[in-house]
């Protein structure tokens, strides 16, 4: 098994532990978008079955023969035109943003018939070069999910600014969600998931710190 992803994982259990939470309150996405095959193999191998990815024909082209075997998110930003297969190909699209994808998707899942799991991000920081709906409008935003298109919200992601501390933006995601109802906040990456942790994630975005610098 990965000594990287046995550290991981005992660090996401200790955090969860700190925080007063169960051990195994938190899932560990394991975040392989650009990973070459025999970086993600050892960590596949040592059972984990969560991958994250960024673009759907790649994620399409890496894990097509492995498909029935794990849980596979889109944590990159969603072009309308990749709907399609994005409802398709993944469990969990973890970028709702705009009221023009949700449309899409509405129409996607009713088609299709299959409805992947769905989180809307939040740009906490406010930055122009973000994706994410901004905070003032999360609340008018989840509730247009719901009550216009039929969507099931399951949860809230976001993606703090680098140069930020990343707590107040985990709580003001905690708060967003509590408000509404949503009760998954995908939070944390490699270098502050043990932050995310305490602050009450769900699910936590790992990559550099799993499978090491691409």
């Not at 392989?32 to 994250?52: C, E, M, N, T, Y």
Request: net charge negative.
């Amino acid at each position: 098994m990965s000594e990287a992803l046995i550290s991981i994982r005992s660090r996401i259990a200790a955090a969860s532990l700190a925080a007063g939470r169960p051990a195994d309150a938190v899932q560990l996405v394991a975040v392989s978008k650009l990973q070459p095959w025999d970086h993600i193999a050892p960590v596949f191998d040592g059972g984990q079955r969560v991958f994250g990815e960024n673009r759907v024909q790649e994620a399409k082209e890496r894990w097509a023969q492995h498909r029935g075997q794990i849980e596979l998110r889109l944590i990159g930003p969603l072009q309308t035109n990749k709907a399609r297969d994005a409802v398709a190909f993944f469990d969990v699209i973890e970028t709702l943003d705009r009221e023009k994808l949700a449309r899409v998707l509405a129409d996607e899942i009713q088609a299709q018939g299959k409805a992947p799991r769905l989180y809307v991000q939040v740009n906490t920081g406010e930055e122009p070069q973000k994706a994410g709906i901004i905070p003032a409008e999360a609340d008018a935003f989840v509730a247009a999910c719901r009550e216009t298109y039929g969507l099931n919200v399951e949860g809230l992601m976001c993606i703090p600014p680098a140069d930020e501390d990343p707590a107040p933006h985990f709580r003001m995601l905690a708060d967003i969600a509590a408000r509404n109802g949503v009760a998954k906040l995908s939070m944390g990456m490699s270098d502050d998931f043990e932050v995310a942790v305490a602050c009450g994630a769900t699910s936590v975005r790992v990559g550099s710190a799993l499978f090491g610098s691409r």
